[in-house]
């Protein structure tokens, strides 16, 4: 997931450097032509491109935005689906409660099912999807 998340992040900084590129071309065309244009025209001309560039950057904050919430998404489903196997691993172990090991200070390492929910959870995920082989 964080992968597919970097990439998605990497294709958008991408685009946004594309964009970049061109309307830096176009603004030193619209430069170079400012002494041959009548000042009016000069002015709709820079006019049309400022609302160009504002149009772009509210375009890739758009897109930046909808990665962002479709990756939440994704966490969201996947924390959904862990649910049901930490109770399972918490039943097989007698644990009545699981903390985020984050917001824990001091703890007996024996008692962290982490690695159990893990292993778990790629068993479900070779179940239902053979075809991934040992992934």
């Given at each position: 997931m964080r992968a597919e998340e970097e990439a998605m992040r990497n294709r958008l900084v991408e685009e946004r450097k594309?964009?970049?590129?061109?309307l830096e071309a176009e603004e030193r065309e619209l430069a170079e032509r400012r002494g041959s244009l009548a000042r009016e025209e000069f002015a709709r001309l820079a006019e049309a491109f400022d609302t160009k560039v504002r149009a772009a950057r509210?375009?890739?904050?758009?897109?930046a935005l909808a990665v962002?919430?479709?990756?939440e998404q994704k966490r969201q489903?996947?924390?959904?689906?862990?649910?049901?196997?930490i109770v399972e691993v918490m039943q097989r172990f007698g644990?009545?409660?699981v903390l985020d090991g984050r917001a824990v200070?001091?703890?007996?390492?024996?008692?962290?099912l982490t690695g159990e929910v893990i292993a778990r959870m790629d068993e479900i995920?070779?179940?239902n999807n053979p075809e991934s082989g040992d992934q």
């Open positions: 594309q964009i970049e590129r061109a509210k375009a890739q904050e758009e897109k962002q919430r479709s990756m489903r996947f924390l959904d689906s862990l649910r049901p196997v644990a009545s409660v200070l001091l703890a007996d390492p024996s008692l962290d995920y070779r179940e």
